[in-house]
């Protein structure tokens, strides 16, 4: 299964930012919408991502303010994505050896989406089910 697969099931809904509004702003988003990670996006280039994590970590351990902070003071610019035509696998190793949980899209330069890691394992549950599925059948066959 492919990125463009879970995108087609999911939906390709992108929830954005821009860089200079508080984050407790991006966090009220970020509830309205219910996600755990918004992109940061200005004149259509991805310029971060903002997670529950990063404010967990970077603001209320730290006892800063989220009303005082700017997004682009605690988001994270180095963003890893993925393409359409990546396949589960490579989208597992990628959220694990790199320590993300959020891998947004991109198809020409273009955001066309985000994946979660709770969507990459519902589609790996998925394809597990099926294959058990085709087994079962071609045993009792």
């Known amino acids: 299964m492919t990125v463009d697969q879970i995108l087609s099931n999911k939906g390709k809904v992108v929830f954005s930012v821009i860089s200079t509004i508080t984050v407790f702003e991006a966090l009220g988003v970020m509830s309205d919408k219910n996600i755990g990670a918004i992109l940061v996006i200005e004149d259509d280039v991805l310029k971060g991502i903002l997670s529950e994590r990063d404010y967990a970590r970077k603001i209320a351990l730290k006892a800063k303010s989220s009303k005082k902070t700017l997004v682009h003071e605690i988001m994270e610019e ?4 993925v393409k359409p ?3 589960l696998d490579y989208c597992m190793e990628l959220m694990n050896t790199k320590r993300v949980r959020h891998l947004p899209v991109i198809e020409n330069n273009i955001i066309i989406g985000i994946i979660s890691i709770s969507d990459v394992v519902k589609a790996i549950i998925q394809l597990q089910k099926e294959t058990i599925k085709h087994l079962d ?5």
Do not use: A
């Not at 180095?78 to 994505?81: D, K, L, S």
């Not at 059948?137 to 066959?141: A, L, M, N, V």
């Open 85 to 87: 035509s990546d396949n």
């Open 78 to 81: 180095n963003v890893i994505t």
């Open 137 to 141: 059948s071609y045993i009792s066959q």
